[in-house]
C-alpha cells in the first residue's frame, strides 16, 4: 500500500485527520510551510503572472488565506470585521457562489497589497482562527472539517506556488535561480520493468479513512482486465531517443489536437528543455542544466505522454489501474519530502520488483477523462464548486510530484489537467495489455 | 435488440452486409441518395462554409468520391489516371497518411470545382467502381471492405451535409427553404416515464454480426450500477421551463467550460430559437415555425444537456449505460427514415413502457468522454486516422438522428462531437441513479 | 494633362456630366460593364469571400444596385414597392443612416439570392430607373446627379470586382482562369527617366468641372518645393532586384508597422508572386506565368513600397506632388480601356520626356495620409458616409489602374486603402527632393 | 510665444542647450527626477504590466540607463565592462539595430532584476557618464550631444512612466494612491473664447536654437488658410453635455474606425470615468474622486476628440496651425512644473484674449497624421530608429501635459500616439474655418 513513507519533519494535514482534524499544530505547519516556500521569492517575483494559468505568488498567500476568511471566520466568527473587504472580490478564485470576482487573467495586473501587506494579512487571519480553534466552538465538526479542507486548498496552491514560479523564472534570460542544488543529480538508469496487475471486479474510490477530496467518492466498483505497469517513469534517455527518431514530426504518432498542438506551439521537446550546442539543457529551480539521462522526464502535456506511449508499442494506463496497482501492488517507499530537493529524482538502484517513484516524482498522466464517479455529488453551497464544476475537458493524473506537500499524496487523489498543460510537474509510466 | 425498424426503399449498408458487403447495388443506392440530398441546392447554396466545423455541400459530394477514388481505385485500378490529379489534395479532409491537404477552415473559398463538374467527378468514379465491382477483383474481400468503410463513411457525410445546410441557410435573413413541411407537426406530450435497467457486469461494444466502426470495438466487459432511464426524450415544453426558470443565469447549474461558454457565446436558448414576441420560434429546413411543446429540444451542446439535466434533478447516462439499456430493455420501433421529414418527430401517445425515440430523432449527449475501448487499435495505414485521432476532447452521443441515413444507425454507434458543439441534431434523455 | 486618353466604345461617366449627367444611355453602359465583368464566372465563383476585405461577386452586383433601389428609388418613386424588403439590410454595405447591415465579414456566408436572381433584381431596378429619366422628374437635378453619384460608385465596385475575383481564384490549387491572355506580355525596359517639376504655392483638388467625389474638394492651396518624380512605374527587375538584395530581412529599411507585418504575415515578395524552381512565377487573372521584367510591380502595400523606396536612396511622392505633376507636366496618353487584358502593361519604348504610365496600370502609394481637404464638409444624410468616414488608418493612391473602368480616372482623384493592402492593384513610382 | 514659462527649480535640458549642452548638472537633474517619480512605488507597482503599451517603472529605470550605457558608454569608454551582459538586450526598446530585443508584451513577466538592482544599475551607470563627462572626452560633441538626446529621451519615458503606473493603479479595486492631493482642485469655468489667426505661407518646424528632435526638421513652408483656435481646452462640463446628448451613440458623428472602437470596446466616456450614482466620478493618481466641471476632459482617443469636435461644429486643427497659433498669437504662460500636482488644471478666471493651457495640461490631439516633414532623414545607425520608424498610422498631438517634466515642452514639438489611445494626458482643443 501507499501514501509518502518515512519520516516527516512537519505534521501533516493527513496524519493530523480523525481526532484531530484541524488542530492548531497542523493549521499552523501547513500555513508555514507556503511562507517558507514564498521566502526565496523578492516581491517582483511574487507579482508576476507570466501566463494565464500562472498565477502570482503573493496572489496564491493571499486567496489561501481568503478561504479561511470567508469559508471559516465569515461563518464562526461573523461579528469580526473583515481584513479588508476588497479582499473578498480580489481574492476570490471561481466561487460564484461568493459572488463577482477579480479576472484571473489579470492577477498580475494587481501591486497591491503588496508581499508585505499580504504576509500581515496572512498573520491576522491566522490569529483569528487559532483563537477560533482555542474557543469552545473550535470542536465544532463542521469548523474542523472546513479548517482541513482549506488546509488541503493551501496544500494544493503550494504545489501551484512552486510550479507557478518555476514558470515565471524561466522566462527570464538573467536565469534566475530560486533555491540553489545541494548536490549534484546522479543516477543509475537501467531497464523499465514490468509489474504484472490481476484485473477483475476491483474497488475505486477513496474508502473513507483520512481526508479525501469530493472528487474521489464514491467508492465503487470497476472491472478491470489484467494489465502491466512499468514499475518506474520514463526516462529523459528515453525521451531523447523518442525526440532523436523523429517522435515530433510524425503525425501518425500523435492525437489530432495533438498534432495541431505540436505544430501550433512549436514543440520539439518537453518545456524548459533547450538546445545548448549538441546536448539538452533543462531550466530547473536551481538553475539551468543538463538533462541527466536516468531522470524522470518532466513536463510534457498528455498528448506528448501518449504519442510517446504509442512510439514505444505501449499506452498509458487509466486511472483505475493506476490506482488498483497502487492498492494491491508492491509499492517502493518514496523519498522524503525536502524543501531543498526541488526536483524529480533519478532512478537508482535500490527496490527491485516493485512500483517505484509512484509518489513523490512527478505526476503521471493517465488516459482517463476527469469525470464525476458514478453517484457523485458536490457538496452544497459555493465549497461544492470545489471540484464538480471542472469535470469537462481534462485528464486525470495519478501520484505525486516532487513539489507536493507533505501528506498530502495517496493513492485516490485524482489530480487534473487540460491534455496540452506542461507546466506542472508531470511525466509518464507506461502501461500494456499482456 | 435494437436500431431502426421498418420497410425501408433504399437498400441500405447495414443490411447488406455479409454475403454481399459491397455489392453494386448497395453501392448505388448509397451514392444516390447523397445527390438526393443535394438536389434541392443552387451551386451558391452548395459553395458556402459559414463556420469553420461547416463544410460546403459540394466539398461533401466531392470528399465522399475522393475516398473511393484515394482508397479503392489507387490501389485496385492504379492504371486508371485520376480524375484530376489537384483533387487528392484539394479534397482530402484530414489524412496526414495521403499527404498534404487542403484548409479545413478554407473550404469556402474554392469556387471550382463547381457543382456540376463535381457531379461529374461522382460520375466518372462511380462508373470505375462499378465496373471494378464487376470484375473478378470485385470478390477481394479488402476490395469489398474498402466499399463497405466508404459507403458507411459517405453515410455520416450525408447527416453532415444536411446538419451544415441547416447552418448555411440559417443565417441568410431572407430565411430559405430547404424543402417545404409536407404535413404541420403535432404530438401528444405527456410527463416522462422511467424504465428501469439492471446493472451488473455488462458487454459493451459490437458483437462483431455486421458492419461496425473500428471504435465500437473490442466488446468487453463494463460494470454498472443500475439505473433508471427516461422513456423518451427532454421535450421542448421542458426546455422553456428552464429557461424561464433561469436556467442560462444560474452558474450553479453548469460545468465551468459551460458557464464561460454561455457567457462568451451569449446563449440564452437552444440554437436556431429566436424570441418572436412572446414565443419561441425556431428554425427548420422547412423555414421557420413556432417551438412546437412536444418535440424533442434539439440543437443544444452537451453543457447546456448537464446543466438541464442537473436543474432537473437528474443527470446524462453515460454511454454504456445507453447502450445497455438499447440492448436490454423494450425499445419502441423509430420511424421510417423519410427524406421528406427532416425533423424530430414529437412525442406520440403509441408505445408505453418502453424506450422511445432512441434512434431517428436526435443523437443524445452522454456524460461519457470518447475513449478508446479497453485494447482498442487502430487500422494501419492512412485509413486508420478514421477515427482513433479524434479520442480526445469530445463526448460521446448515442443513438441517431433525423438526418441519419437508413441502416446507419445501430445500439453500439459512437458518435462525438466537442461538448459545445450545437449544429448537430443533439438531444437530451435523462437517467438517474435510484 | 490629365485622365486617360483615346477613344473610349463605351461612354463614359465622366463624358456625360454637365447637361446629361446621367442620361439612360451612360446609365445603360455603366449597368452593363458590370455585368460583363461578371460574365466569365460561375455561381460558385460568385459566392466566395476569401478574406474580409474581399466581397462575392454576386454581391458587388446586388450592392451597386441596392445603392439605386434605395438612395433613388425610395426617394423619387416612393409608389414602387421593393424589390425584396429583406434587400435593404442584406446589401446595405456601411450607410448606418439606412439602418441595420447584414456583418461584412460573412457576406460569404449568404447563398442566396443566387447570381441568376440578383440578375433578375438588376434588371427590375434598371428598368425602374430608365422609366424614372424617361418622366419628368429624370430632369430633377437632385435625382440626376444621385444616379451619377450612383454611377460612380458603381464603377468602383466593377475595379473591386475585379480585384476581389482574382484573389479568391488566388487560393484555388487548381489555378483557374478568369479570361484566358490574348497575346503575350512584353516589353522593353530601360531605365527609369526623371522629371523634373516646379514647386510653389499649387492649387490642389478638383476645379469643379465634371464630376468628382467630395473628397476631392474643396480646391486648396499648398505649398511645394521643387521635386523629381519617376517618369515610369517601378519594374518587376527592379523588384527582383530589392529581394535578391535582402530587402525583406533588413529591418533598417522598414517602417515599424511594416517590418511587423512583414513577419507576422512571412512577406518576401509580392502578392502573388511564387518561386517555382529558379524564377518567379505570378498568378494573374489569365492564369499563372512567369514575371515579366519589364512590367510594373504590383501588388505591394504601402509599407512594401515605402521600404523600396528607402532601398533605392527615393522616397514616395506625396499626393500633392503626384496631382501637380500629373497636372502640370507632360503626361504620356494612358492605353485604352480593353476587357481583355486586365494587366498592366510592360514599359514600352514610346514616349520619352514625360510622364508615362500615370494612369491605367497600377495605383500609386504616395507618402499621403487619407484625410480631409482644409474645409472639407461630407453630404448631409446617408450619401455623406460615402468617403469621409473613411478619413483614418488609410494612405493615399493616385493615377488609376488597368482595373479601372473607362471614364473613372482623373488626376485629382484620391484612392485610399490601409497601408498592409495588397490586393488592389497597387504599384511604385519613386519620386526625390533634388 | 513659446513653451513653458515661470522660474523652474530644475535645470532643464532645454535651458543648458548650447555651450553646455549635457553638463553634468543638467544630467544629475533629469535622473533624478526619474528615481524621484518612482519613489512613491513599491517594488510590485514597479513590475506590472497593465496592458500590452504600459511598461512596468521599473523598466522604464532600466532602459532610459540602458540608453547611456548602450549609446554613450560602449561608444566613448569600450573599455568598460557592460553592468551586465543580459541587459543589452532585456532593455531594448525596439532598436533593431542593437540586436535582439525582450517583447515588449511581455516585460511585466520579469521580475530580477528588481527595484532595488535596477537602483544600483542606474548608479553604476550614472558614476560612469558623470566621470565621462569631466575627462577630457567629455567636451566631444558627438558625446555631449547623445547625451542630450538621452536626457531628452529619459524625460520621455519619465511622462510615459507616470501615465503608465497611472492605468496600473487604476485596475487595482483598491483604488491605490500615488500621491495624496495637496489641495481640492477649483476651476471658474465660462465659455471658450476664439483667437483668430492669420494664415498664409508659414514657417513650420524646429528653427535650430536649442534641442529638437529629428522629427521637427527640417523647417520648412506651409500655407494656412486664416483659421480660429479655442482659446482653451476643452471642459469636463462640456463633455459631459456630449455624453448626454447621446454622443456615443450616435454613428454620423463618429469616423469609421472610431465608431468601430466605440462598440468593441464599449466606450461610454473618458478613460478612468465611472458612474457613481447619478454623477460621474474619476480615477487620479491622488485617488478617486468627483469630475470637476472646469477641468480640462482628459483621456479621450482621437477619435472621441474628432467626434466630439463634429458634434459641436468644430473641428480639430492641423498640427501646423497649432504651433503657428502657438508662435504668432498670445499665449498665456503655463503653470509651473509641479511634482506634487500630477492633474491637468481647471480653466481660471486670468489670461483673457490669449491662448490658454497651451502647454502642462493636456496633448491635444490634432487631426494630422504623423508623418514625415519634405527632406526629413533619419540619423545613421541604430539611433537614427528613435522617430522615423514610427512615422505610420498614429496622428500628432501638440503642447505638453501636467507629466511632461520641465523643459521638455516646445512649441515645435512633435508627440503622436495611434488615434485609439486613450491613457497619455490627451485633451481637445477645438478650431474652426471662419
Redesign the interface.
Known sequence: MIGETGGQELRTVQAADGSGAADTGTYCDVRVLTEALAEPL?????????MPDVSPT?WHRAHTTWFFETFVLEKFAPQLPPF?P?YR??FNS?Y??VGPR?PRT?R????????VEVGEYRRAVDAKVVELLASPAGQDPELTGLIQLGLHHEQQHQELLVMDIKH??S????E?VYRPATAPATGVGGGVGWVDVDGG?VDAGHDGSGFCFDNETPR????L?PFRLGDRLVTCAEWQAFVADGGYQR??L??????YAVQAQGWQAPLYWHRDGGRWVVHTLSGTRPVLDSEPVCHVSQ?EADAYARWAGARLP?EFEWEHAACSAAVAPSRRFDLDALHPSPVTADAHGCLRQMFGECWQWT???Y??Y??FAAAPGAVG?YNG?????QMVLRGSSAFTPPGHARATYRNFFP?QSRWPLTGVRLAY?P
Chains 1, 2, 3, 4 share one sequence.
Open positions: 523578492g516581491p517582483e517575483d511574487q507579482t508576476v503572472q507570466s503573493k479588508d476588497t472580490m480580489l471561481y460564484e457562489g477579480y489579470q498580475g495586473a494587481i501591486s497591491r497589497p503588496g508581499a515565471v523564472l522566462l527570464n534570460p538573467l534566475p471486479l465503487h466498483r470497476v472491472y482486465e503525425a501518425d500523435w492525437l489530432s489536437d495533438g498534432w498528448y487509466t488516459s482517463s477523462a469525470l464525476p458514478p453517484g464548486e464544476k471542472f469535470m469537462s475537458g491534455p495489455s
